[in-house]
């Protein structure tokens, strides 16, 4: 099975950066696309930023875009979230999620991910 670990979240001020990791172990790592999403009390999980197999093509919600970037380093397993100019309605957890199919242009939908991670906690102070 697929295990996926997030980390480097916290508590910070509005403007600030955290860079979030999310390390993978089980299978080849290169073989899966890559998503972040988020979730902030009361409010559904929504996406935030994928990255396709080779790490040649990324995505980004409007709402971070420009702010946040994706990437991957497939030697390490690992796919990182920078995330920069940090807003107080940023404040979610934020989920690392495994994509073991083409899943095409459908990067933001939740149901075509088949592993999840347990998320880490982002704080944002007004």
């Known amino acids: 099975q697929v295990q996926l670990v997030e980390s480097g979240g916290g508590l910070v001020q509005a403007g600030g950066s955290l860079r979030l990791s999310c390390a993978t172990s089980g299978r080849t790592f290169s073989s899966y696309g890559m998503g972040w999403f988020r979730q902030a009390p009361g409010k559904e999980r929504e996406f935030v930023a994928a990255?396709?197999?080779?790490?040649?093509?990324?995505y980004v919600a409007h709402y971070v875009k420009g702010r946040f970037t994706i990437s991957r380093d497939n030697a390490e397993n690992t796919v990182y979230l920078q995330m920069n100019s940090l807003k107080f309605e940023d404040t979610a957890v934020y989920y690392c999620?495994?994509?073991?199919?083409?899943?095409?242009?459908?990067?933001?939908?939740?149901?075509?991910?088949?592993?999840w991670g347990r998320g880490t906690q982002v704080t944002v102070s007004a």
């Open positions: 990255i396709s197999r080779s790490g040649g093509v990324t």
């Open positions: 999620a495994a994509a073991s199919r083409d899943i095409g242009s459908s990067y933001s939908l939740k149901v075509l991910y088949d592993y």
